[in-house]
Each structure stands twice: as C-alpha cells, then as structure tokens.
Nanobody, 123 residues
C-alpha cells in the first residue's frame, strides 16, 4: 500500500512558476515510480511526466518538455513537479500517482493516486 499526499498549486499568471509536491508513505522501495497527470475540465486525464526513484530516470510529455522538471528527495520520499513558463493551457487539476516498474504514460498502470490539486494559469 502506498499513500500519496499532494501539496502546492494555486493561481498564477502566465509565464509564472509553481511547484507541486507529492509525499509518499508506505511501500515505497526498489522500482517505485511517481507519475504526474493532469485533467482539465471536459478533457481526459493526460500524462505530464514521471520519475523512477532508484535511478532518477525521467519521462516527460512533449507539451511540458523544457518547462516542467520532476525531481525527488529520497530522504523525504517526496517528489516535486517544478512548473515554469506556465501557460493558460496548463490549467488543470494535477494528480500524482505511483506504480512499480518503469515510468509510463499510461494512467491505467498506476495503482495509487493522490487527491489532486488545482493549478490555474491566468492570461
């Protein structure tokens, strides 16, 4: 069992930055992977990025490459999503999720989910 607690988010102007956190507790070891997804109103949930704990390997969606960075603090078992150069189209509820194995873009492969946090980017 893995429990995920999210924090961060809020309202920011276009071009600004925000950082989201995802603190994990429970069975976080070995090939643990944290993924970030987002869902805008009326749209399907989409992959943002993911990081593998033991190697630091990351995977990003093309829409956020170069703007978003995922990092981890192993001691705190926390993963961060640093979002820079935010655009209005980044507005969504952001979720962190966890799985074991390799980073994946497929949300159905993640068995553990945070409750989500709202990010709103004004133009």
């Amino acid at each position: 069992q893995v429990d995920l607690v999210q924090s961060g988010g809020g309202l920011v102007q276009a071009g600004g930055s925000l950082r989201l956190s995802c603190a994990a507790s429970g069975r976080t070891h070995g090939t643990y992977v944290t993924g970030w997804f987002r869902q805008a109103p009326g749209k399907e949930r989409e992959f943002v990025g993911a990081i593998k704990w033991n190697s630091g390997t990351t995977l990003y969606a093309d829409s956020v490459k170069g703007r978003f960075t995922i990092s981890r603090d192993n001691a705190k078992t926390t993963v961060y999503l640093q979002m820079n150069s935010l655009k209005p189209e980044d507005t969504a509820v952001y979720y962190c999720a966890a799985k074991f194995g390799t980073p994946s873009e497929r949300s159905s492969l993640y068995g553990y989910w945070g409750t989500g946090t709202q990010v709103t980017v004004s133009s």
